[in-house]
């Protein structure tokens, strides 16, 4: 199955949007606002 890059930017947005599941989300926030250690100097 060949998944084009606008079929995977459609996929990447319902994902991110996506609150069905709040432990989930709540785990997806945390990990967003936290930077591991190692990478804490990175912009990203």
Aim: aromatic letters at 6%; proline letters at 5%; a positive charge.
């Amino acid at each position: 199955m060949l998944i084009t890059t606008e079929r995977l930017t459609q996929l990447c947005a319902e994902v991110t949007a996506c609150r069905r599941c709040p432990r989930l989300v709540e785990h997806r926030e945390a990990v967003a606002q936290t930077k591991k250690p190692r990478y804490k100097d990175w912009e990203y």
